[in-house]
């Protein structure tokens, strides 16, 4: 189990960034949270098993169609034992 948090900058809110997120977690079994900051940056906070975190970190590389995503910054953290995957506002 990891726990790992990414901010995503560049085009990343209005384009449904936050919601395929959010469906895409959820295909692969992960759990957590996805919300707009004020700077325009996306803040995904996801754990689950480490392949399929791999393979959302590698999708939040480049998003939905709509985005354009300049850069992911991925720490990790504490597991926190979410038990969904939420978009928050």
Not at 11 to 31: D, E, H, P, W
Not at 41 to 50: A, F, K, L, Q, R
């Amino acid at each position: 189990m990891k726990n790992i948090q990414l901010h995503i900058k560049g085009n990343v809110q209005g384009v449904g960034f936050r919601y395929t997120a959010k469906s895409m977690a959820r295909s692969l079994g992960l759990c957590g949270f996805a919300k707009n900051l004020p700077d325009e940056t996306v803040y995904i906070e996801i754990e689950g098993e480490d392949n399929a975190v791999k393979e959302f970190t590698r999708w939040c590389h480049r998003g939905p169609e709509r985005a354009s995503v300049d850069e992911v910054i991925v720490e990790e953290g504490e597991i926190k034992h979410y038990s969904s995957f939420e978009t928050k506002f």
